[in-house]
């Protein structure tokens, strides 16, 4: 089983950073990949960013060039680096965990934390 808990979230000004911090309990973090997805109000979720075991990275068109997800085995920890916010980053984020051999684009299976509010406003 992993748990994972979800902080950095906050009220920030257009064009302002957020690094978000996820971590996790348990003693497999080094080999699942992990995803960073959000929900805004009245939207699906949808995939952010992901890394994988081996460190690849993945992130939508929408935060390339912006969001930059990393993560530390040691301190089973995966990271959202988030600049240049806009209004419509606004959306609770979430972490995902996919056990091996799951990518972190299938959520079918998986660990869940319980989320960060992000608003983007002035």
């Known amino acids: 089983q992993v748990q994972l808990v979800e902080s950095g979230g906050g009220l920030v000004q257009p064009g302002g950073s957020l690094r978000l911090s996820c971590v996790a309990s348990?003693?497999?973090?080094?080999?699942?990949?992990m995803g960073w997805y959000r929900q805004a109000p009245g939207k699906q979720r949808e995939l952010v960013a992901g890394?994988?075991?081996?460190?690849?990275?993945n992130y939508a068109d929408s935060v390339k060039g912006r969001f930059t997800i990393s993560r530390d085995n040691v301190k089973k920890a995966v990271y959202l680096q988030m600049n240049s916010l806009k209004p419509e980053d606004t959306a609770v984020y979430f972490c995902?965990?996919?056990?091996?051999?799951?990518?972190?684009?299938?959520?079918?299976?998986?660990?869940w934390g319980q989320g960060t509010q992000v608003t983007v406003s002035s």
């Open positions: 890394i994988s075991s081996g460190g690849s990275t």
């Open positions: 995902f965990a996919a056990p091996p051999p799951l990518s972190y684009v299938n959520t079918r299976a998986g660990y």
């Open positions: 348990g003693s497999i973090f080094s080999i699942l990949a």
